[in-house]
């Protein structure tokens, strides 16, 4: 049996040997009368080949869908993914806030009783003993 690819004469001999007529289909798909593009390999099938070449084809094709599919489902779960991952930061963003608030307010309270107890300790034992203390 004949290659897929049938080129020049071999064409011409393919059908004088009553093979059939070859058809031509360009590998961008475009009809075969249309004018072949530089760096474009047109493909010759022999008529009992053309259905293997289509059942290649569509099953290419429905891969391709297959693998856009997963494709789109992967991007999916990950959109969402992230999105809980930005939830759950914000919430820890906003507790971390809160702490942060909480502990300077502390520290403000602790700094005010610093700075009470030290004019106290200065009232009651005087400068000059406080000033040996720093």
């Known amino acids: 049996m004949p290659s897929e690819s049938v080129r020049g004469k071999d064409r011409h001999a393919h059908q004088m040997l009553g093979e059939g007529p070859v058809d031509t289909i360009s590998a961008t ?6 004018s ?9 099938v022999i008529p009992d ?6 059942l290649r084809r ?5 891969t391709n869908r297959e693998s856009a599919r997963r494709s789109r489902l992967r991007k999916q779960y990950e959109y969402e993914e992230l999105q809980h991952r930005v939830h759950a930061l914000n919430n ?5 806030r809160k702490e942060l608030q909480k502990v300077s307010e502390e520290c403000n ?18 400068q000059k003993n406080y000033r040996g203390s720093n």
Request: proline share 4%; net charge negative.
């Open 109 to 126: 309270k602790v700094t005010s009783e610093n700075d009470s107890i030290k004019a106290e300790l200065l009232k009651i034992c005087g």
């Open 92 to 96: 820890e963003n906003h507790f971390l």
């Open 36 to 44: 072949v593009s530089p760096g474009v390999v047109a493909v010759e």
């Open 49 to 54: 080949q053309r259905d293997k070449f289509e």
């Open 29 to 34: 798909g475009s009809n075969p009368s249309d």
């Open 58 to 62: 569509e099953k290419r094709k429905q």
